[in-house]
């Protein structure tokens, strides 16, 4: 849990071995960045076939005599306006890895910030909704860069303050992406919130 040492506006650094040891394989998260990273993909890409292309299908020119390279449709795909041959099509298949690994990924993502002292615990939000009020008490925490504020059920109001503060984001427990732990240079959690993340990597 949370160490005795709590900071200014109450949050105090998670203990080292709070998630346990980072000991995943660097291949394993690769991996899980690269499935993310798949999957955000809209795969929208879209070319026409030669059957698709609006294009004259009478034959060129004769098929001897002319000296020339024979020719059929106009909308073949070695002419200019013709066809794309093995263009990308709309749809994509999900890239999925093992609820194992997945879970073994995350933890050893949150242990080794937790050992970097770069997880937290917030006793409490604050009261004020006002972006001018979160960002003071960010800056009383010391917490810059990307910042990651995790609660089970994140209030409006911590949403309206953090909104307009750039590279602050707020995020459920259950729904936290290992890709928004891994670009995070510091992530806040209620204790509700830390418990819900042992829970979810088996801690």
Known sequence: MAAKNAGPDGLAPVASDCFGSADAPAEMLKRMLTVHAANQRQATANTKSRGQVVASTAKLFRQKGSGRARAGSAGSPVRRGGGVAFGPKPGRARVRMNKRERKAAVR?????????????????????????????????????????????????????????????????????????????????????ALDALQARVGR
């Open 108 to 192: 050893a993502l949150l242990a080794g910030k937790a050992a970097e002292a770069r997880i937290s615990v917030a006793s409490s939000w604050g009261d004020s909704p006002k972006t001018r009020d979160r960002a003071a008490w960010l800056n009383a925490g010391g917490l810059t860069g990307r910042v990651l504020l995790v609660d089970v059920e994140p209030s409006e109001g911590l949403r309206r303050s953090a909104r307009n503060i750039p590279n602050v984001d707020v995020e459920r427990a259950d729904t936290l992406s290992f890709y928004g732990i891994a670009v995070a240079d510091h992530i806040v959690a209620s204790p509700a």
